[in-house]
């Protein structure tokens, strides 16, 4: 028996997966870069699984962009958006599940998720600590923060629906 394996890192592993789904859908062969994601999945709740977790969600959505599968890419937009609400990729995700929501022809579903996003934004529950209000500028939504010092002050939110 060799003694001498050498033993590779889970998240190494799962991110050589995520790499691989990329591989298969850039080349075209778009089932078998489905399947690959969907193997693809950290168990644990560190930062850094939840990352992963939500950029392969994130591949999943642009393969069904990519094959026009707007419902499809919506809903798994959506899922980045509600399950990993805490990392940088929520506030695009949730812009892009209300694209692809207008793109399938559901305009109730994408206004719905227009009025959750902006409720969200306004209570400055979106992606990590520091970088929520960055992100917020995306899609009209401009964030005026409270003066510096003040205890209690709100955050103000203006929407420019041009």
């Known amino acids: 028996m060799n003694t001498n394996i050498k033993r590779i890192p ?66 798994a937009f959506e899922g980045i958006a509600t399950f990993y609400p805490d990392t940088a990729l929520a506030t695009d995700a949730w812009n892009r599940a209300i694209l692809a929501a207008t793109d399938y022809g559901d305009v109730q579903r994408a206004e719905a998720m227009y009025r959750r996003l902006l409720f969200m934004a306004a209570k400055n529950t979106m992606g990590p600590p520091g970088v929520r209000i960055a992100q917020a500028s995306v899609a009209g939504i401009v964030f005026i923060p409270p003066s510096a010092g003040t205890v209690g002050s709100s955050i103000s939110v203006t929407v420019d629906m041009n």
């Open 10 to 75: 889970v998240a190494q592993t799962l991110v050589a997966g995520e790499k691989l789904g990329e591989i298969y859908r850039d080349s075209g062969n778009v089932q078998k870069a489905l399947d690959t994601f969907r193997r693809v999945q950290a168990t644990d709740d560190s930062v850094q699984s939840r990352l992963l977790n939500a950029s392969v969600l994130l591949e999943v959505a642009q393969t069904f962009e990519k094959l026009k599968h707007p419902l499809e890419a919506c809903i």
